[in-house]
């Protein structure tokens, strides 16, 4: 007698196919924030930022480009530095930043200027391929600030850092794997700045410096990833070049040495793009940086905060509020928490 094989019935073998999708999702990333912007101003998964304040529409940042440092260059790197151990310091404290009304995160494959000379950090290899060291703390970061619903703007490039890149080609394959990695990643909470202030002397490459070259990393940005918001910043004048502004999804003023009776002038002249703007660095602290934030907001600008000495240069330190208990005072002022 010939014995049949047992055959599960359906409703079993639909059962196991559930199970196998839940745990492959369980072993991913699902993203529960996602951004937009609609008519210049921003929204959270649809719902306009701070709806109800002075800064409705509009995303409140804080600077934390250090938050993944990680110093390669064994003669300049600090003594006891753990990489995994900073990241881990930032995001403790990350919800204290949010109760203080902080919607935007500011980080960088290449990190920013740790308060010395001669430091390596960087996600990217010669060839402009990825470091996954780099990434897995770029992406807790990325994912932590997902599920406080905030949004993150990640830069690629950092001055006195391309030198890192060989050639012109590792240069555009830097830019092509990092949009094809958040691509990959499905994130819904992160817009690009290719390169942080790329007027900088501090970059060996042209195309990176170049305002036409710096527009064609952009647009090659958004061949890879389509949907992605790009852009970049300038001088810290507040100053965006033409070829920047006509090729950029929004607009990524810096204003660290913009005086505060051109604050106006400088967003009103951007805005004649009728793009979103977003102050991405003003390293201005105190009553400064207080006068800095209300005159971004009154001129519907958002606005990001970074106090270089506590937060970017080495020992980095993360405190919330006690970073500039004024700054943070008038921020959750202004933001109505």
């Known amino acids: 007698m010939k014995i049949r094989p ?33 008519d210049g101003f ?14 409705e529409g509009l995303l409140m940042g804080v600077r934390m480009v250090n938050c993944t440092f990680d110093d390669r260059n064994a003669k300049t790197s600090p003594k006891g530095f753990d990489a995994d ?12 930043y949010a109760s203080c009304g902080i919607n935007t995160i500011i980080l960088n494959l290449q990190g920013g200027d740790p308060g010395y000379a001669g430091s390596i950090n960087s996600a990217f290899n010669p060839d402009g391929s990825l470091r996954e060291a780099d990434l897995k703390r770029v992406s807790r970061v990325i994912e932590a600030c997902d599920k406080i619903g905030a949004v993150v703007i990640l830069g690629y490039f950092s ?9 012109e080609a590792a240069v555009k394959a830097a830019v092509s794997n990092a949009s094809a990695w958040l691509k990959k990643k499905a994130y819904t909470n992160v817009l690009v700045q290719v390169a942080e202030e790329h007027t900088s002397k501090k970059y060996k490459h042209a195309m990176i410096a170049s305002p ?7 647009k090659a ?23 920047i502004g006509d090729e950029a999804s929004i607009l990524l003023p810096r204003f660290n040495s913009t005086p505060l009776d051109r604050f106006n002038l400088m967003v009103v002249k951007l805005a004649k793009r009728s793009k979103a703007i977003v102050s ?49 005072a008038e921020l959750k002022k202004i933001v109505g928490n």
């Open 85 to 96: 151990k900073n990241t881990e310091a930032f995001l403790k404290k990350l919800p204290r």
């Open 212 to 218: 036409e070259g710096c527009a064609s990393l952009i």
């Open 159 to 167: 001055p006195a850092q391309d030198q890192v890149l060989r050639d």
């Open 6 to 38: 047992h055959t599960p019935p359906i409703s079993a073998i639909i059962t196991m196919c559930i199970l196998l999708i839940a745990a492959a999702r369980l072993s991913g990333f699902e993203p529960t924030t996602k951004m937009a912007v609609k």
């Open 42 to 55: 921003w929204e959270i998964n649809g719902k306009p930022t701070y709806e109800g304040t002075d800064t």
């Open 280 to 328: 991405v660095d003003d390293s201005k602290t105190g009553e400064l940086a207080v006068a800095a934030m209300n005159l971004c907001v009154q001129s519907l600008c958002s606005w990001t905060y970074s106090n270089l000495k506590a937060n970017q240069h080495y020992p980095f330190a993360y405190q919330g509020e006690e970073d500039d208990p004024g700054v943070y």
């Open 221 to 243: 940005a958004r061949a890879t990833n389509p949907g992605m918001l790009v852009s970049a910043s300038g001088a810290p004048n507040g100053r965006v070049a033409n070829e």
